[in-house]
Nanobody
Framework: QVQFAESGGGLVQPGGSLRLSCAAS????????MGWYRQAPGKQRELVATITSSGNTNYVDSVKGRFTISRDNAKNTVYLQMNSLKPDDTAVYFC?????????WGQGTQVTVSS
């Protein structure tokens, strides 16, 4: 069964940067259509960035120009580079496949943007 494990969160000041990592189990990672999601307190989970198996990316408007999703298929890992962080980016961040390879949600990684 596919599993995803997120890491790299923390406390950062507004304007700062963080790089999140998501390690996948199994041997089919390279064909997964992957996404990073986030869930802020009291809000629904939101899809913020996606990357196809061929590396095409897409972002929600609120993070365009600040976040970059990438993947390393040799390491079964997808990344989210987050720059110019804002307090509104505070949330628990999760990764998952959008279609094939969809797994149960992991614990996520907490990102807190605060001065």
């Amino acid at each position: 069964q596919v599993q995803f494990a997120e890491s790299g969160g923390g406390l950062v000041q507004p304007g700062g940067s963080l790089r999140l990592s998501c390690a996948a189990s199994g041997s089919a990672f390279s064909i997964y259509f992957m996404g990073w999601y986030r869930q802020a307190p009291g809000k629904q989970r939101e899809l913020v960035a996606t990357i196809t198996s061929s590396g095409n990316t897409n972002y929600v408007d609120s993070v365009k120009g600040r976040f970059t999703i990438s993947r390393d298929n040799a390491k079964n890992t997808v990344y989210l580079q987050m720059n110019s962080l804002k307090p509104d980016d505070t949330a628990v961040y999760f990764c998952n496949a959008l279609t094939y390879g969809r797994a149960n949600w992991g614990q996520g990684t907490q990102v807190t943007v605060s001065s």
